[in-house]
C-alpha cells in the first residue's frame, strides 16, 4: 500500500514539473468562480438572451483553457492567451468578473500559464553526461 501511493506521488509529482500545472488551477478556479456568480435560474438566463448566456460561456472556455494546457502543454501560450483575454472580458459580461476574484485569478493563471517553461537539466549533470 505504501509503495502504492509512493510511485502515485512519484507519477504526479512527475506530472505537475511537465505541466503548466498551477497556471491551469488558478485558470480554472477563476473560471468556475465566474461561472459561480453567473448562475441563475433557466428560465431568466433564457428570457434575457446573450447576456445570460455570456456568463456561462465565459466561465466554461477559462475553465477549458485551464485545462487544456495541462493535456497538451505545448499549446499553454494559445490557451494562456484565451484565458486573460476571457478574465478581462468577463469582467464587462458576469458580474464584474465574479466581483473581481474570478477575473484576478483567471489572469494570474493565464499568465503563470504562458510563463510556464520545462525545467532544464542542470548544468553539472549536463556536463557529466557529455563528460
Keep these: 500500500m505504501l509503495s502504492r501511493l509512493g510511485s502515485a506521488y512519484a507519477w ?5 514539473r511537465t505541466r503548466p500545472f498551477w497556471g491551469g488551477v488558478w485558470l480554472v478556479a477563476g473560471g468556475w468562480t465566474v461561472l459561480k456568480f453567473s448562475l441563475g435560474s433557466l428560465q431568466l438566463i433564457v428570457s434575457t438572451g446573450f447576456g445570460g448566456v455570456a456568463g456561462y460561456l465565459v466561465g466554461g472556455g477559462m475553465i477549458l483553457c485551464g485545462l487544456i494546457p495541462m ?15 476571457l478574465a478581462v472580458v468577463s469582467l464587462v459580461v458576469s458580474n464584474l468578473g465574479g466581483f473581481l476574484l474570478g477575473m484576478t485569478l483567471g489572469v494570474l493563471g493565464g499568465s503563470m500559464t504562458v510563463g510556464w517553461g520545462a525545467r532544464r537539466p542542470r548544468r553539472r549533470a549536463a556536463v557529466e553526461a557529455e563528460g
Aim: aromatic content about 20%; cysteine-free.
Design 12 to 16: 504526479f509529482r512527475a506530472f505537475r
Design 71 to 85: 493535456a497538451l502543454p505545448g499549446q499553454r501560450y494559445t490557451f494562456g492567451l484565451i484565458g486573460v483575454v
